[in-house]
Structure formats: C-alpha cells, structure tokens
C-alpha cells in the first residue's frame, strides 16, 4: 500500500488536527505583497483615512445637490400645481372660456416661452394651449408626467401635471425643463470632477501618511533590527521633537540602557566570579597539589588539607553571596514578605555586633523609636544591618564609636550606620554597591566585596534606596589625620 | 541511632554513611525515593536523612508529606543543593525537622542529626538543667556555679540553655544562630564566637574546670569532663 500522497489528507485520527495549523502557518510563510500591504499597520491607517475623506466628500456632494438641482425642481414643482390649481379655479367660474382666456393670456405674457398648456374637451377636440397632445402614456390616475416636446424645431424635455375637469375635460399645465436638465447635467459634471480629484488626493495623502508613518518609525526599526544582530550600542536617533514616536524611540533607549546596565552587571558578576573565586580556588588545589606530592610528614598533610577545605568553604561562601544577591535582585524573595517590628530586630543586631565592637575597643550607640512597624523580609532586613555593623566595626579603629540610628522620615524608615573609619572618596562611593567593588584602603581588610551590594539589593527589594554621606568633620584638626568616617543611609519604605 | 540516608550521589553518600558509622550510628543507604518511602515506612528508624531531589519519582518533599500523611513522626534532617530560602520553607513546611544545605561540613551534618535524633522528650518540661556543678533554674532564670550565683543577660542565659540541653552534643554555630537567636543569614564574621567566649568568662572565672568546650572545625560542647 503506498503512502498517502500528502499527509494533510491522511484521514486519520490525528489528521484532525491538522488543517487548522498547515493552512495558517503557510500564510505566515508567503505572504503575497497584497497581503504584505494589508498586514501593514500604516497602510490600514492610511486607507481608513481616505475612506473617511471620500465619505465627507459624498456628504458634501449630496448636499449641495439637494440644495441646488433638487430645489429647482421643487421650486419648478409648484409652480406647475399653483398654475394649474388657478386655472382649475378659473374653470369652475367661468367654463371652458375662461380657462381658453386665461391659457391666452399667459402665453402671451410668457417672454421666456417655457411654460405649456392644453385644454381638451370630454370628446377629446384641442380647446386652447401650446401642447400639440397628452403623453401617449396617459393614465387616469397619474398626474405627473415627464415627455419629449417639439418646439420651434428642437427637442425638449418638458414636466406635465394633468388635472380632469368635472365636466372630465383635461387640462394639462407644463414647463420647459430642457434649461434645468442642462444645469443639472453641468453641476453632476462638476461634481463628478471633484469626486475623481478628491480619490486622487485621497488617496496620495494616504500614501504620504503611510510614507510619513513607516518613515518616523524606520530609526526605531532600524535599530531594533540592528540590536537583534548583536549590536547592543546602537541607540535610536532621536530627532528632539516632542512627539509620539520621539517618546517611543526616548522609551526603547532607557530600555536598551537598563538591558546594557544588566548585561554589564552579568559581565562583570562573571569576571569577578572568575577572580574572586579563581584565586581561592587556586590556592586549594595548588596546597592539596603539595601536600599530594610533597612531604610525608602527617601533620603537615593534614595542616595542608584542613586549609584547602577552608579555602573552599570561603569559595561556597562568595558563591552563596552572589546567588543570594542575584535572588534578592530578581526580586524573587517578596514571598518572605511579612509585617514586622523594626526595633527588635535592630535590636538583635546590636546586641549581635556589639560584642564584637566592644572587643575590638569600639562603642556602638544607639538611637531609635519605641517601634518600627513596617512590612518586610526579617532575614533579609537583619542580613543588611549585620552586614553595615560587620563593615562598621572592621573600618573603625580600636576607640571609636559606630551608630546606629534608624527613625521616622515621612512614610519611611530611615536607618543610618555611621562609623569613624576611613571613609569614602567620592568616586568610590559611586561603585560602593557594585559586586565585588573594594576601595583601595579596604584592600587589606578581609572581605568579599558583597556586603553593600547584598544591603542595595536587599533595599531596593522593599522600594528603598542606599546612599552614602560623611560621617562626622569633628575628628581631629590635623588633615592628614582626620578620619572623616561613613554614614551608610538606608531608606525602607513602610508599605 | 539507626539513621535512613536516602541520597542518589554515591560519593556523598558512601561519605555521609562512613561519618555516621564511625560517629556509631547504624545506616541504611538507598539511593532513591521509592525505595526510600518503602523502607521508611515499613521499618523502624530513629531519623531520615533526605536528599531533596531525589530520582524515581518521589523526591524528598514528597517522600516526607506522604511519611507524615501516614502518622510517621520520624525526624527528617534535608540535604539539599536549592540554598534558596523558599526552598528551605518548603522543606520545612512539608515536615522536615531540619534542612541542610550542600556543600556541607561533616561535623555541620553530625551534630545537625544528634541534635535531631535526642531532642528532648516534650512531656516532661525540666525546670532544672544541671551539669557538673552548674546549675540553671528555668523558672527564676537563676544561673548558679558551685552555689555561687553567676549574671548573665537574657540572650546569654538562652545560649547556655540551648548548650546545656544539648550537653555532650557539638552545637554549631549556625545552630546556635538559628536556635538561639533565631536568625537564618551569614554573619559574615566571628559573631557567634564572641558571645560564646564571653559566657565562657562569666562561667569559668575563678574555677580551674571549663565547661564550655570548642569542638575543632565543628562549634562548642558543654561537658563536664575536659
């Protein structure tokens, strides 16, 4: 048995799912230029416009028609009724002669020579008038007639209203409409230019709008198309006008600065992953590579040993250090969210850090209200004063006091640590908070370089920010001594 | 004690079973959930060591809801590679007593699982807790050494609690970070070791016998033989 021929027409089970996506997919593949131009967003704009500019148009055109060529005819209308009402009037006065007078009299008053008359008798016998006969179509009932007249030689369209006596004589009251049919013909002319110049422009302006569209969007496109190649510095050119497409060309570039912001982040997490942690690391296998093939003295295998499972408890600890952050960071930790007391918890860490300050000579102090009630993340709340305590009591020399404050501002917490070490240089104090970032004088001291980019994350994480001030000017006359000091400020708001 | 280890990596577990063996404890070893949910449920064990993820289907979690679910109490220590603290609240939540995370020192897990396996009976609320001469009154809060009345501060009176509860057992630090103070974060420095010096102060000064004893490379034990 040979296979179906095509396995869209395989009949089956699972064939039924399948003409529901082939047909689909292959239009999305070829799409004819037709469907092209309708998939275009700018070209639907474009044409809706000029359909609403010929719909304008039409409404215009109507109503001049209404108001020009209708009213002629309405005017003309009744006219002819009010003439042949009179003349109907005059019959029941005076007869048959009367209406033969008055039909006289009018045309010879007619100067312009359009209107028409006849009056014929019950037998059908001519009476008066200008009319040679009724239209041949005559019917009983009707009483509005339109028919070709020979006059003076030429032919023309004449408008009728036929009135039956009493006596069932008929008369017949007309006018020459051969003038307002020529109007009428000049003003549809006119009216047909118009319409055909109105499409042309309709649609050129729908082609400049869709021009002016797909050219206000082309930087952006560009751009992204060149982003989607690889290259990240390209930025949309912006034009400084102050309009739509400036805006969404103004938001892709914050985009693209914050996307550059974090692909640089993960650079430099992995370059210094690959230094912080490369060097421990290092070292481990450089001392078990040693006690390996080295001595054969014991105590010094196991010396060698226990520090090479040191240096790789240092080398889980950096790296628990950034995960943690990156975590923090993807703001993946919000579910530990919960309502807390600030002061016990400040309290806690006191209590934690200032054995070690007191140990090292140092004071802490500290200053905060009864309570603290705000929502957040204990651990991680406690992480961040632990590691702004651990950094205080390593920078500040042995008799010098660290503060901790924390405090009302506003609808916030705002809790400083200040302590009298070294402090930071201005430029340092823009890349306190990057990972892996020490200052020059910190470089002796242990540490990852982590802690303040733990504290920012953990800030931000409840909607709060980080920053730096001077600690206090008062620390000694001598410039080369004065210890200027740090006041790390971490804003927390409650909600 | 007889411990269940269930725990797919055959290296660690070779190495988690040996450390508990010469620690004197029996071990059964299988390497993963089904057998380990077969075993734990049809014998007598005194604690589970689980590895969090674990093949076969039934993963740690599952394996101690499914424990519980059927009324077993047995104590479950987790060992696990997912450090991430929602991870932590998930196995806890789901009944684990303990949770651990990889890589981990030996000494961590061991005291980890004797803490587990001899917690005290609940029935039977000590209101005294004595070991050599020191004595520690619960209720009034009293510490005395030798009849001789010591002052310790409220936080200092709760770590020799937990070290006396735990007499002849390693605490480590980070035990004594989460049990006393109650806190899961890395202290970044020697916090715990401070504190515990200054206890050690307060309580041997003026005796010649220490009680409070560092345990190399694991934490502290409080004995009365040196």
């Not at chain 1, 013909?185 to 009216?191: D, F, I, R, V, Y």
């Not at chain 1, 802690?451 to 000694?476: I, K, M, T």
């Not at chain 2, 995370?101 to 001899?118: T, Y």
């Not at chain 2, 806190?183 to 970044?188: A, R, T």
């Amino acid at each position: 048995m040979s296979p179906p021929p095509h396995p869209r027409h395989n009949p089956g089970p699972q064939a039924a799912a399948l003409p529901g996506g082939l047909p689909r997919r292959r239009v999305q593949q070829h799409p004819g230029p037709l469907w092209q131009l309708l998939a275009s967003a700018s070209f639907r704009f474009a044409l809706f416009f000029a359909l609403l500019f010929l719909l304008a148009g039409l409404a215009f055109s109507g109503v001049l028609w209404w108001g020009t060529a209708g009213a002629l005819e309405r005017q003309i209308d009744s006219a002819i009724r009010a003439d042949a009402v009179a003349l109907a009037e005059r019959w029941r006065d005076g007869g048959d002669p009367a209406v033969v007078d008055a039909v006289g009299e009018r045309l010879a008053l007619d100067a312009e020579d359009q209107t028409l008359y006849l009056l014929l008798a019950p037998d059908g016998q001519r009476l008066a008038g200008n009319l040679a006969r009724l239209p041949e179509v005559y019917q009983p009932d009707a009483q509005w007639y339109g028919m070709t007249v020979e006059r003076d030689g030429a032919q023309s369209e004449a408008r009728l209203y036929v009135l039956t006596l009493p006596d069932n004589s008929r008369l017949a009251v007309g006018r020459d409409i051969g003038e307002k049919i020529r109007l009428r013909a000049l003003l549809t002319e006119g009216l047909a230019w118009s319409a055909g110049v109105a499409i042309l422009f309709a649609f050129l302006g729908a082609w400049m709008l869709r021009r002016a569209l797909e050219e206000r969007l082309a930087p952006a496109t560009t751009t992204a198309a060149l982003i989607a190649n690889g290259d990240l510095s390209q930025r949309v050119p912006l034009a400084g006008r102050e309009d739509e497409f400036e805006r969404l060309g103004q938001s892709m570039n914050t985009m693209l600065d914050r996307i550059a912001h974090l692909m640089e982040g993960v650079r430099g997490v992995s370059d210094a992953i690959a230094h912080d942690l490369r060097t421990p690391i290092a070292r481990a296998r450089s001392r078990l590579e040693e006690a390996a093939e080295g001595s054969d003295d014991p105590e010094a295998l196991k010396g060698a040993l226990e520090r090479g499972i040191a240096d790789l408890d240092n080398v889980t600890r950096v790296f628990q250090a950034v995960l943690r952050i990156a975590e923090v960071e993807a703001g993946a930790r919000r579910a530990a969210f919960a309502p807390l007391d600030l002061v016990p918890l400040l309290e806690d860490a006191a209590e934690l850090y200032g054995a070690n300050a007191e140990e090292k000579g140092q004071t802490l102090a500290t200053d905060w209200p009864a309570a603290l009630p705000m929502t957040g993340d204990r651990d991680l709340l406690l992480q961040a004063v632990a590691n702004l305590l651990d950094n205080a009591v390593k920078f500040t020399a042995p008799g010098g006091t660290i503060t901790l404050s924390a405090g009302w501002e506003e609808d916030a917490v705002l809790l400083r640590v200040v302590d009298q070490g070294p402090g930071l240089s201005a430029a340092d104090r823009g890349r306190v908070g990057e990972r892996f970032f020490r200052a020059d004088q910190s470089r002796n001291t242990p540490g990852s370089g982590l802690g303040l980019s733990l504290v920012r994350a953990v800030a931000q994480l409840h909607g709060g920010s980080l920053w730096f001030e001077d600690g206090h000017a008062s620390a000694g006359d001598d410039a080369a001594e004065r210890q200027h000091g740090l006041a790390v400020c971490m804003r927390l708001p409650v909600a | 004690m007889r411990i269940l280890l269930v725990e797919d990596d055959a290296e660690v577990g070779r190495f988690v079973k040996k450390g508990l063996q010469e620690a004197g404890h029996t071990v059964e070893h299988v390497l993963n959930g089904r057998e380990g949910l077969f075993m734990a449920a049809g014998e007598n064990f005194d604690l589970l060591v689980l590895d969090r993820m674990l093949p076969g289907g039934i993963d740690g979690v599952k394996l101690v809801e499914t424990l519980r679910g059927q009324g077993n109490h047995t104590p479950v220590l987790f060992l696990s590679a997912l450090a991430g603290v929602d991870e932590r609240v998930k196995g806890l939540k789901a009944g684990g007593d303990d949770y651990l995370v990889k890589p981990f020192a030996f000494a961590e897990l061991l005291a980890r699982v004797e803490a587990l396996g001899r917690r005290p009976a609940v029935d039977a609320p000590a209101t005294r807790l004595k070991i050599a001469d020191l004595e520690l009154d619960l209720l009034s809060r009293a510490v005395t050494r030798a009849g001789k009345r010591i002052d310790v501060q409220p936080r200092e009176f709760r770590l020799l609690e937990h070290l006396m509860r735990h007499a002849g057992q390693v605490v480590t630090r980070t035990m004594l970070l989460e049990k006393v103070w109650d806190y899961h974060f890395d202290p970044q420095t020697n916090v715990i070791d401070v504190h515990v010096s200054r206890l050690r102060q307060k309580l041997d000064r003026g005796f010649d016998k220490p009680l409070i004893h560092t345990v190399r490379n694991a934490g502290y034990m409080i004995r009365a033989e040196p």
